[in-house]
């Protein structure tokens, strides 16, 4: 069975320029989380969905950054303008149920110049 | 408070070695599930295992064994007879019923050094 794929693995971009992130969840999964990694913070949980609805956006750190989820297969987290800081991994994770564990995609590796 | 500690940032061993990462969490919810995850040096997040607060039950699988003692709040895990493949960054993870299990609580991870 196919993984949460995520795309691109690796961006570079300079500062200001929009960033779109994009992520498929495993067919069938009903959750979709955005995670951010950087060494000073470690894992951030920065949204999730619930059937396509958004059900906590308290770790979108600033309205720069937004979120959305179209249809069951597809999501975007888009950063607009992006700055410096924003660099690190994004990871997309996906689950069945609320009791099962989140299986994470590879990563998106972001760095912004 | 953090939810999930793990005291240990970084540990090397020698190949064959056995070794124990520790996972203290910290929670007021009875329903909860404690996880394992891998990172591996090319970055992806590898589930291991997940374990519900109800089953103290220790588990093992193969190399790898979990020892969960709620008297103590640990979720501990040990590799034995390391190999340098098992060299990676673990994570432990927490969630709550009272978040229905969505908002996971990741600790600061340990750094595993299996040498040669």
């Not at chain 1, 958004?54 to 309205?63: Q, T, V």
């Not at chain 2, 709040?73 to 969505?102: G, K, R």
Request: aromatic residues 14%; proline residues 5%.
């Amino acid at each position: 069975d196919a993984g949460v794929i995520q795309s691109p693995r690796h961006e570079v971009t300079e500062m200001g320029q929009e960033v779109t992130l994009r992520c498929k969840p495993i067919s069938g999964h009903d959750y979709l989380f955005w995670y951010r990694q950087t060494m000073m913070r470690g894992l951030e949980l920065l949204i999730y969905f619930n059937n396509n609805v958004p059900i906590d956006d308290s770790g979108m750190p600033e309205d720069r950054f937004s979120a959305k989820m179209p249809n069951a297969s597809f999501s975007t987290l888009k950063i607009q303008p992006s700055e410096p800081r924003d660099s690190a991994v994004y990871f997309c994770a996906s689950k069945g149920t609320n009791d099962q564990p989140q299986h994470f995609g590879d990563g998106t590796r972001l760095s912004i110049l | 408070a953090q939810k999930v500690t793990q005291a240990q940032t970084e540990i090397s061993v020698v190949e064959k070695e056995d070794v124990t990462l520790d996972c203290v969490y910290e929670t007021r919810d009875t329903t909860y599930y404690l996880f394992w995850y891998k990172q591996p040096p090319s970055g992806e997040l590898v589930f291991l295992i997940r374990r519900n607060s109800f089953d103290e039950q220790n588990e093992i699988s193969g190399r790898y064994s979990w020892n969960f003692q709620k008297s103590t709040s640990s979720f501990n895990f040990t590799i034995t007879a390391s190999q340098v493949v098992d060299s990676a960054v673990y994570f432990c993870a927490l969630s709550e019923a009272l978040y229905n299990f969505n908002k996971f609580y990741f600790g600061s991870g340990t750094k595993l050094n299996v040498k040669p």
